[in-house]
């Protein structure tokens, strides 16, 4: 302390001798200067020890606020992650190819895997009735012979064929002949039937196919029975 300032006997700062209360702590500051020897580090008069009480009490008094809504107030719900998407297990299975019917109104299509098969060549076995120099290109001049094959008899005495002409988008289908009136004689008991002709009557003339690409269609009454595709050349 000195002539014109007292120290703080709390925190130590210096104020006016006329200060009442330390402008530092709020501590009521008690005249000191009569006092002789160093101050208590504890103050032990009444005054402080009242205010050293109010502010502990403010503090007991925060925390027990801050405590209590703390348990008023709900923690924030967790943010959910979006689920990730599982695909299906399982091998996917590819759909069977299916080619418009050209049948009456409102038959199925037909999917590709069928019991028979369609053969193409230059030439037919007339004993077996099975194709000779296979081959599905045909030009001016030759053979066009094809012959159609089951797993069992036919058991019927005669199958229809129809010809579809695939035009130039690979999408479009032509009848070219209809099954209906296309009759081929077959045995009964055989397995294998086939058929030729001359390929002029086909590619040029009066009601030929013209050249292009084609498939071949073999019924047996109402079922698709085989198909096979061949192309015709200038």
Not at 96 to 125: D, K, M, Q, Y
Not at 157 to 164: D, K
Not at 185 to 203: E, K, M, R, W, Y
Request: aromatic content about 6%; glycine content about 12%.
């Amino acid at each position: 302390m000195t002539g014109d300032t007292v120290e703080c006997f709390n925190c130590g700062r210096a104020n006016p001798s006329w200060a009442q209360v330390c402008r530092s702590c709020g501590v009521p500051i008690k005249a000191v200067a009569a006092r002789s020897g160093p101050q208590p580090a504890i103050p032990t008069d009444q005054d402080s020890l009242v205010s050293i009480g109010a502010a502990v009490g403010s503090i007991i008094v925060a925390i027990g606020v801050g405590l209590l809504l703390s348990g008023i107030i709900p923690d924030a719900p967790p943010i959910l992650e979006p689920a990730a998407s599982v695909e299906p297990s399982g091998t996917p299975r590819a759909s069977p190819s299916f080619i418009p019917s050209s049948g009456p109104p409102g038959e199925s299509a037909a999917p590709v895997a069928l019991p028979g098969t369609v053969t193409f060549g230059l030439g037919l076995n007339q004993t077996t009735r099975e194709v000779v120099n296979p081959t599905d290109t045909f030009g001016p001049g030759q053979v066009f012979a094809h012959s159609i094959a089951l797993p069992g008899p036919f058991g019927v005495s005669e199958i229809q064929e129809e010809v579809i002409r695939i035009e130039a988008d690979g999408a479009t289908l032509t009848v070219m002949q209809p099954r209906e009136g296309s009759d081929l004689p077959v045995n009964a008991d055989a397995q294998i039937a086939g058929f030729s002709v001359n390929t002029n009557g086909l590619i040029s003339g009066p009601g030929s196919w013209g050249p292009g690409n084609y498939i071949l269609r073999a019924y047996r009454g109402v079922e698709l029975i085989a198909e096979g595709r061949f192309t015709l050349t200038n």
